[in-house]
C-alpha cells in the first residue's frame, strides 16, 4: 500500500471508530512500524485533521466525529455576509487561527452555485469595514498554537518580554482573547502551575509537544536578546 492510500485508509478507519486506538494496534493493523504509524499521524495533524490522543481503558489516538458536517445551503446575501466578516477578520488580524478561516470560507463560496457566486462578489464589493489592524504574528506559531488549543495539546513557546528578555515556557491554553490592537493567550505556565497572559505578537516560536509532557523548558539567561 502506497502512504498516499494508507494515511486516506488511517483516516478513514479513525472517524469510523468509537474509541481509541494505540499506535501499536495501527501499525500491525497497516503492516508498518510504529515509527511509520507517528509519522502518518503527524501528517494527517497538518492535513488539518483534529486527532486527538487519550489515555486509560478504551483510550489512544482518535479524530474528532464532528469534524465535518452535513451539508448546509446558504443564499447568496448570507454567505455574502460571512465571506465579508471573515474577510474582514482575517484583514484586521483579529484571529489567530486566519488557515482555518480561510479554509473554511472558500467551502462556503465553493457550495454556491455560478449564479449565486456572481451575486456574492457584488454584494461583497458593497460592504467595507473600517479598524486598527491587530500586531502582526508568525503564521508558523499562529498554525501550532491553533493545534495545540483545539487538540487539548501542551505547547512549548519562546516568548520575548516587555524587555526584550527571551525564555522558553511549557504552557496549556486556556482562552483565546481578542481586541483591536493585540491578541493574547490566556494559559496555564507548566512548570510553575500559575495562569498568566502571553501576547500573540511576542511569541517568536511555538511547537505543540506531543505525549508525555517533557522536562521544563530551560529559559534563556537574562539579557539575551530575541531572535529577530
Do not use: C
Request: aromatic share 6%; charged share 30%.
Amino acid at each position: 500500500m502506497r502512504r498516499t492510500e494508507r494515511l486516506f485508509a488511517l483516516g478513514e478507519h479513525l472517524r469510523s471508530r468509537r474509541t481509541g486506538v494505540t499506535a501499536e494496534q495501527l501499525a500491525q493493523r497497516f503492516a508498518v512500524t510504529v515509527r511509520t504509524i507517528y509519522r502518518d499521524l503527524d501528517a494527517l495533524r497538518e492535513a488539518a485533521l483534529p486527532l486527538t490522543a487519550e489515555r486509560g481503558p478504551g483510550g489512544g489516538y482518535a479524530l474528532e466525529k464532528s469534524y465535518t458536517l452535513p451539508p448546509v445551503n446558504f443564499t447568496a446575501r448570507e454567505a455574502a455576509l460571512l465571506v465579508a466578516l471573515g474577510r474582514f477578520a482575517i484583514d484586521m488580524r483579529l484571529l489567530p487561527f486566519a488557515g482555518t478561516l480561510e479554509s473554511g470560507l472558500d467551502k462556503v463560496r465553493a457550495a454556491l452555485s455560478t449564479s449565486a457566486q456572481r451575486e456574492l462578489l457584488t454584494r461583497i464589493s458593497e460592504l467595507s469595514f473600517h479598524g486598527v489592524p491587530a500586531l502582526p504574528s508568525k503564521r508558523e506559531v499562529r498554525a501550532e498554537l491553533e493545534r495545540a488549543w483545539f487538540e487539548q495539546q501542551p505547547v512549548r513557546i519562546t516568548y520575548v518580554d516587555s524587555g526584550y528578555i527571551e525564555s522558553k515556557r511549557d504552557i496549556r491554553i486556556l482562552s483565546v482573547a481578542m481586541d483591536r490592537h493585540e491578541t493574547r493567550i490566556e494559559a496555564t505556565d507548566l512548570e510553575k502551575n500559575k495562569a498568566r497572559q502571553f501576547r500573540l505578537d511576542r511569541i517568536t516560536h511555538a511547537e505543540v509537544i506531543v505525549g508525555p509532557r517533557a522536562a521544563p523548558a530551560p529559559s534563556a539567561p537574562k539579557g539575551t536578546p530575541p531572535n529577530r
